[in-house]
């Protein structure tokens, strides 16, 4: 069974959203199968006040579907590859999402609704103390 929340921790940082299921339904099933995961989430090179979690080659085996180039703070994205290697990438602030290619396109699956107020925390904590420990995994409140 899907869950409905995905919860994303970082140190103290806790996060917690709702799985855009409805509009992403193939790339919420691809992400979901493989939770729980940790990586490191670094500062965006290109794409402005945004983290990204940097997944190499990883086939999620989705195409685009609710894509956005523009996404708003909390609005996380998959790319599942293409010109750039396959990412998630989480906004914490203005966001023009793009790779040293050019503007991207990833696919909105997951909109953070708690804990937003923390994500500038956890960008001045990318930006000064570099990459910094994620975990993703099912919302286990509910």
Known sequence: MTPERLMLTSGDIVLAGRLETQLAPRTVAALVARL????????????????????????FGVGEE????????????????????TEILIPYGETVF???FGQLRGNHFLTIDEGLDRLELLGH??????????????DARL
């Open 125 to 138: 904590r990318l930006l000064w103390d570099g990459a910094q420990p994620i975990r993703v995994a099912a």
């Open 36 to 59: 729980p995961f940790e990586g490191r989430l670094v500062q965006a090179r290109w794409s402005g006040e945004a983290g990204w979690i940097p997944l190499g080659d990883t086939d």
């Open 66 to 85: 609710n894509t956005t180039s523009h996404p708003r703070p909390g609005q996380i994205l998959l790319y599942p590859a293409g010109v750039s290697e």
């Open 98 to 100: 793009a790779s040293k």
